[in-house]
């Protein structure tokens, strides 16, 4: 605060003038919006692109930069999402196709990523998030792909191998297991309810806390909360916003064995975004099952200077113990050192295939 204020009454009028001002700045960025709307609808073009990838995360990204404080950049970068994903619902309405029900930590990423001026359509399986987005009903899909802790959701990356779809972004969740419950504490409970990963990542806090208690796995999260909900003896592991959507009390939170608990999502969409200076591009590849094979694969990556940042290995599901490999570097397809190493790629694997360019999850 630049100035000192001697008294209340005055701090609080400075407050509703800041926030007079704020308003009116809001609404004329949402004007502005409007216009780039009216811009590209008399372009012609049926397939203009209103919502930007690449454009967003270079926004977040000056936000942060000149962030000050008081207000944290994670904070700063959720205020200006939300004002974003509002502008952009005046010039297009978007629907985000996402692993449900809602309450999952699915959810939670869409809604970080898109804020909340959108329409989230809840699917019960990976696939079907894929076909979704594919047939045009969806804008864009988030999904799963690999947690800090329990490694790759190999569901998600074999969905790759056959769709057309791109990665359009990424997502970085920090997660937070809670406790919930219709009760107020421990007592007289007989079942625990959670997805596989969540119990595995609470193994520890539950062997400590709730050693004699029956654990059940379930679809997700959500859907232990939402069982929950209907059975007085027993507990979920799920989010603070299942908590809140299914009308159980929070009995303990943060039970997660690893604090840095950290799950990825991607954004699958129909194209793939312009370079924001600070991207990632996944690939995906595959050669003969002979000496040096993948050795010869990652030397144009070398040679071009490029850091790769993540590879895992799948069945290719063609041939027997004949593999393929995902894999994450730093770079955009257009950037010139990225296009050299992928020309050298094309003529030594037996499969190139490039699943996308993204900018880089912003916090």
């Given at each position: 605060?630049?100035k000192k204020y001697s008294n209340l009454s005055e701090i609080r009028e400075r407050i509703d003038e800041l926030d007079d001002q704020i308003q009116q700045l ?189 654990r059940i796995a379930v679809n997700s999260n959500a859907m232990a909360a939402k069982m929950a909900a209907n059975e007085a003896d027993t507990i979920a592991i ?62 144009p990556l070398a040679d071009s200077s490029i850091s790769m940042t993540k590879i895992e290995s799948r069945p290719s599901r063609r041939a027997m113990w004949e ?41």
């Open positions: 605060m630049s809001i609404n004329e960025r949402a004007e502005c919006a409007q216009s780039v709307a009216d811009i590209k609808s008399q372009s012609g073009d049926a397939e203009a692109d209103f919502y930007r990838p690449e454009r967003e995360a270079q926004v977040l990204r000056k936000v942060i930069e000149r962030n000050k404080g008081p207000l944290s950049s994670e904070e700063m970068a959720r205020l200006f999402r939300e004002i974003m994903s509002s502008c952009l619902a005046l010039e297009q309405p978007m629907r985000i196709a996402f692993l449900g029900p809602e309450g999952t930590y699915t959810h939670d990423a869409a809604l970080k990523h898109f804020g909340h001026a959108v329409k989230t359509v809840p699917h019960v399986a990976i696939d079907e998030i894929f076909r979704d987005v594919e047939a045009g009903f969806s804008h864009y899909g988030v999904v799963p792909v690999e947690n800090s802790t329990e490694g790759v959701v190999n569901h998600t990356l074999d969905m790759f191998l056959n769709s057309p779809l791109q990665i359009s972004g990424e997502v970085e969740l920090r997660i937070h297991h809670c406790l919930l419950s219709k009760g107020k504490n421990l007592t007289g409970m007989k079942k625990v309810y959670a997805h596989q990963q969540a119990l595995a990542q609470c193994r520890e806090w539950l062997d400590e806390n709730l050693k004699d208690v029956p799920a989010s603070i916003t299942a908590a809140e959507l299914y009308g159980l009390n929070v009995i303990s939170c943060n039970i997660e064995d690893e604090p840095d608990n950290t799950t990825r999502f991607l954004i699958i969409g129909r194209q793939s975004p312009a370079a924001s200076g600070k991207d990632k591009t996944s690939l995906l590849l595959s050669t003969p099952n002979r000496p040096g094979g993948l050795s010869d694969l990652l030397k593999y393929v490999f995902f894999i994450d570097i730093d770079g955009h397809t257009d950037d010139a050192n990225v296009a050299a190493a992928l020309d050298a790629l094309a003529n030594k694997a037996s499969v190139l295939k490039v699943l996308g360019s993204y900018p880089v999850a912003v916090l």
